[in-house]
């Protein structure tokens, strides 16, 4: 379940937008979707929306709109005078369109657009399933159809996404994604009603109360074109939404800009990806903590737990490589993580003399193997086999941001080296 790369390429059997042509989007200038289109580094030309006073010339005047292979269209755009039967004409000569959300209101437009009656009704869904015998949904990784990502006990800094608020009712549509009903999963991980006690009565509760399944995207023929409908959420923000777009566009032969094999790895891309965390409250004695932790033998169990509780663990987030820790207040903070340098054959143990470069605004100390890095960012130097790196962060009040990279001495990028959070082969210190 990766990003942009290689969606251009679509995959065997998907029903292409027609060759040599490009793809347009109509799409309100500034709005969440156009955002959309531009994380997503989309190939296309921009329709304008049709003037709305009288006379106006409507969109098939303003654009040959059968030059365009894909045409990626937001619903509310459909109400504009004479957009729908545009839009129809256009697949019904062979187009392929996509078309964004629509919601309750938009029912009459999208109607006129489909030549059938359509309803749109609220109906949320964090999960759902996809028709991978339809090729414009083959890649949908189940993952990305599944909206919960803070799930109970988890320490990770997510949250949970709604994926589609409405659903459609088409005649003579076919459903691409329907949405999975019955579950406990709302309950558990939204509303937090995780006692022990209720668990398996919300279950049964969940099971006997089910929905039917709503459809999140459908796919209706129109002469010798066709008009996909989808109901997924157009966040920008939402990682799951940009690779699930991304498949549905890539399928449907539409080009993206993503710069993959112009771009060069930075910091966001080869400093230390994952981190265990511990704060140091202030009733816990500093010293006795610090002397723990920096210990030549220290190590985690699978759990993360050790002698002063369990340590959560903290992932690098894209771009700037650095961890944040939310609200962090005012204490100091134990950051922990195992750099394995790998053993080369026939080769006896080795020192790797390199340096780091640290990205924080707050007061820090590194550690290396129970040794206090005087000038890390000048001089560091790993050992063949297990490093054990432990960081101490002064909390400043706010949240935290901390990113380490392991540089050779001559500025490059330190390769090949392993990041582990836990100690599985040791006795537990």
Known sequence: AGGTAGAGQPLPGAPLARPGRSAAALVRAGGEAAALLAVLRLQYTALEAPAPEPGAPAIAARAQLQDFGLIIAEACMLEAPGTA????HYAEAGGQLVLLPAEPGQQAALGSLLDRPVRVQLHEA????????HAAVQGFSPVDLFGFDKVFLSPREVRNHVLGEHSLDIPGADALCTSIEGTAWKDYFVHGYTAEYSRLALVELNRRKARHAGTFMAEVKLGEGSVI????LTDPGNDKAVRLYTRLLGNLGASFDDGLL???KGDGEWAVETMMALPCPPHIDYEEMKSYYIDREFSLNNLGEGLYGWMQKKERRPGDGTLRIANAGNNRWFLSCFVDVPDKAGEAAQHYPGRLRIHTDVPYEIYLNGELAAEPERELTLQTGLNRLIAILQGTGGDLAFGLTFLNPDGSYMKGLEYRL??????PK
């Open 229 to 232: 409908c989808s109901q997924l």
């Open 422 to 427: 836990t100690l599985d082969e040791v006795e």
């Open 126 to 133: 964090y999960h759902l399933a996809a028709e991978y015998d």
């Open 262 to 264: 112009n771009s060069v």
């Open 85 to 88: 039967a545009a839009l129809r």
